[in-house]
């Protein structure tokens, strides 16, 4: 339990890091009408793939 109180205060940016892009990615690919793939494909990349989830969605997934 001591190991956690001393890891919390690097945790919690990369957490809230993880969300931002979570909700900056669901948010992009509601608002887009094509995209590289199936949207539905695209929200489970987003939310399971972790961090590198929506960063993958954001670089490759949307089509201009």
Do not use: C, H
């Not at 809230?16 to 695209?42: C, F, H, N, Q, S």
């Amino acid at each position: 339990m001591d190991n956690l109180s001393e890891l919390l205060p690097l945790l919690i940016p990369i957490l809230l890091l993880e969300l931002v892009l979570i909700v900056i990615a669901l948010r992009d690919l509601i608002r887009r009408e094509r995209t590289k793939g199936p949207k539905w494909a695209w929200v489970l990349v987003i939310l399971f793939v972790n961090l590198f989830g929506p960063i993958i969605y954001l670089l490759i997934g949307r089509e201009e």
